[in-house]
T-cell receptor, first 112, second 113 residues
Framework: NAGVTQTPKFRVLKTGQSMTLLCAQD?????MYWYRQDPGMGLRLIHY???????AKGEVPDGYNVSRLKKQNFLLGLESAAPSQTSVYFC???????????FGDGTRLSIL | AQSVTQLDSHVSVSEGTPVLLRCNYS??????LFWYVQHPNKGLQLLLK??????LVKGINGFEAEFKKSETSFHLTKPSAHMSDAAEYFC????????????FGQGTTLQVK
């Protein structure tokens, strides 16, 4: 079982470059989430989706955009990368709002 | 607002000894609470969840947690630590909304010697 798969696993960008992180889940989950994890700060929610075609802002959405065109995929975009966006990004999905979230292994992003 | 406090940022135990990771919650009602574990360079894995059906919750890998409303606590325990238990542990409440959002704190690092 693949579960939640994040692509790529590692990436180095220069300031001002753009990129898209892909999250794919094969569990037919409705809810999907993007988090970032920084040292000493736990996980912070960037954006989330409660179903195909819907997205909403989390607690730290600035500088990021998302799309959920297909139920199984949740894309996180950085239009103009900044060093402050250097972080580990995690995607998660769940079958319902009361159900546990299943996490991917993360994408380690460095912006120089 | 709902929140949790993990009382120890770092816990060190010897292999074979009991593990206790402390979590206190603050809520005006019975929350949904989860314990997640994160091994180095990995994503988070669910250990167990509390959803009011039972106060003593058993999870994977021998972990369990007891919800104590009188103490507003949800401490994680394991009778005998194993080297593979060394990881970061998060006590996480679910936000009171229709979105399923989780509220993460800074976690507790468990070292097993």
């Amino acid at each position: 079982n693949a579960g939640v798969t994040q692509t790529p696993k590692f990436r180095v960008l220069k300031t001002g470059q753009s990129m898209t992180l892909l999250c794919a889940q094969d569990m037919n989950h409705e809810y999907m989430y993007w988090y970032r994890q920084d040292p000493g700060m736990g996980l912070r929610l960037i954006h989330y989706s409660v179903g195909e075609g819907t997205t909403a802002k989390g607690e730290v959405p600035d500088g990021y955009n998302v799309s959920r065109l297909k139920k199984q995929n949740f894309l996180l975009g950085l239009e103009s990368a900044a060093p402050s966006q250097t972080s580990v990004y995690f995607c998660a999905s769940s079958s319902g709002r009361n159900q546990p979230q299943h996490f991917g292994d993360g994408t380690r992003l460095s912006i120089l | 607002a709902q929140s949790v406090t993990q009382l120890d940022s770092h816990v060190s135990v010897s292999e074979g000894t009991p593990v206790l990771l402390r979590c206190n919650y603050s809520s005006s009602y019975s929350p949904s609470l989860f314990w997640y574990v994160q091994h180095p360079n990995k994503g988070l894995q669910l250990l167990l969840k509390y959803t009011s059906a039972a106060t003593l919750v058993k999870g994977i890998n021998g972990f369990e947690a007891e919800f104590k409303k009188s103490e507003t606590s949800f401490h994680l325990t394991k009778p005998s630590a194993h080297m593979s238990d060394a990881a970061e542990y998060f006590c996480v409440p679910r936000a009171p909304s229709n979105t399923g959002k989780l509220i993460f704190g800074q976690g507790t690092t468990l070292q097993v010697k």
